[in-house]
Structures are given as structure tokens and as C-alpha cells.
């Protein structure tokens, strides 16, 4: 228990070994407060991301280039929710790393994978909404569901390489010259592997990000006056699809900028040295990132007609009637 005695007494982590961490002290409120709250954050974000796979994965109508995509970034965030939010949770309010130097470097394996393909899948996201907003006409033989899908198994995979490369070339499973005292979790990356990271975690994803969705905001700006005189003219046909488009593109946007706000203070801050940063802001910095893996389905409530539509049907069970798959979600009235 992490939580301070009457007595006030030192406490350590592995109080037999002599090189032991002393565990931080908090009250028995303070204690109890934090494991509700981190429980509470785990079990949201991994319902809400479930909803969205399982609506995704269900409803035919929603095997989309753009929503598989979303369905990958979906699970990237569940499985933040299942493993690392509540590990995340346990290792800061004991203060202490309980699970061992094997489990140490699978947890950080499996944190750099999620975030690998979490910032992959924006990536790919960008270029979904890029096609489809500035070349309507060449998007449906350019980005099929097939495409689509070798590309998220590609960004799975090459993350998953990528990292058990890092973890190897590291020492992930050997941290005993890294760790100042025993019951710590900490590997420091080598010079080459900071700047390789920086390269393709950062500096690339951002950068491809970034420039694309201001083309996409330039060219949803043109296409508004467009859209503007088509309705004068009344072709209101190709205008609802393009604005249909548009709105796509403007929440996805949104995904993708809440998270970038997330992620660049956070991994500009883990670059420096661990004596500029305070723990207390790379905690908090880190736990903004963990939160937003919760705040992505909200939006989708709040922007996709069909997400509610889905919520609705898994939720009552009507996704357990005959042919309940083959609904069109996107017209479907209740």
C-alpha cells in the first residue's frame, strides 16, 4: 500500500532489497481518489471505443476507406484504455514499478506501438480527407476499402517492427544500468534512437499533417462559394456531397488537432533532459494524451448521425436481429 501510515514512517518499494525505491507517500483519500479516477477513465474510454468498433465492424453500409481508418484508430485507443491507463494508473499512485524488468520493457514496447500507429492512422487520415476534398473525381479509384486496409496492416506492422527494433537495439529487457534504484521503470533511449524518433514519430507525421489539412481548409474555403452558387443554380446534388465531404473532413480535423495538441508538448518535452522537466508536468502532459484517446468517440457523437444511429441499435440490441447488418446507417430514420 503506497498510501502514508499513522506513524509517518519511510516506506520502500521492495523493502528486503537495499537498492529499493522509497515510495512516495500520499494519503489514504488521495489514494483511494486516484485508482477511482484512473478505473473511471479506463472503463470510458474502452465503452466508448468499443462502440465505435463494434458499429463500424457491424453495419455494412459503414465499411468505408475513411471509417476503417477510424475503426484503427479505435482500437488504438481501447487497447490505450485496457493496458496502459490502468498500468499508467498503478505505477503513479504506488510510485513504485511492481511487475518486474521483463513486463517494464513490454509496457513501454506496447506504449510506443499504440502511440506509433495511433499518429500513423492520422496520418492516413489526412490523406483519406485530402483525396476526398480536393480530388472528388479520382478518390473512388485511388482509395478503396482494399487499399485502405493493406495500408493499416502495413502501419501496423512496420510500427510493430520499428519498436521491437528500438526495444532490441535499447535494452528494453535489460534496465538495470538505467534505473537509479530498484522498483523504477525508466529506459532512456541512445542519441541515434532519439534523433530516428524525432525523424519518424514526430517531425514527419506532423509536418505531412499539418501541410495537408491546411490545403484541405484552403480548398473546403473554395469549395463553400461553390457550393454557395450551385444552390443558387439548383443543382443541389453534387453540392450536398461535397459539403457532406467537407463536414468529414472538418471532424476528423478536429480528431487530429486535439491529439496534435496532446502529442507535440508532450514528446517535445520527453526529448529534453529528465533534470528540465518536471515530473509533475511529463505526468500531466502524459495523462492529456491518454484522456484524448477517450474524447475521440465524443466527437463522433456530436458530428456523425450514424454513430448515434449505431449507439442506439447496439445499445437496445437490435443489432442481434436478422439482416440488422444490412441497414443503410447513413439514411436509416428511427
Known sequence: MAYETEDHETQ????????????????????SIIYLLVSMLSAWTVFLNLLVIISISHFKKLHTPTNLIILSLAVTDLLTGLIVIPLEGIKQNETCWYFGDTYCGLFVITVRLLLCTSVSNLVLIAVDRYMAVCHPLLYPQKITTTKTLICICLCWFFCSVYNIENAINNGYFNISHQRLCYG????????????????????????????VYLRIFY???????VINSLIKGGKFENSVKRKSESKAALTLGIIVTVYLLCWIPFYICSLTEITTIS??????????????????????????RWFKISVKHILTLKIFQPASSLIDILTYNS
Not at 520502500?12 to 489514494?31: D, L, M, Q, T, V
Not at 515530473?279 to 456523425?304: D, E, H, K, Q, R
Open 219 to 225: 480548398v473546403v474555403q473554395w469549395q463553400v462559394k
Open 184 to 211: 523504477q521503470c525508466i529506459i532512456m533511449l541512445n542519441p541515434a534512437w532519439r534523433f530516428t524518433d524525432l525523424t519518424i514519430l514526430f517531425l514527419f507525421p506532423c509536418i505531412v499533417i499539418i501541410t
Open 12 to 31: 520502500y518499494c521492495f523493502p528486503a532489497i537495499n537498492s529499493s525505491c522509497i515510495k512516495g507517500k500520499r494519503s489514504r483519500h488521495e489514494y
Open 279 to 304: 515530473s509533475i508536468t511529463m505526468t500531466f502532459l502524459a495523462w492529456t494524451l491518454y484522456v484524448s484517446c477517450g474524447l475521440n468517440p465524443l466527437i463522433y457523437a456530436l458530428f456523425y
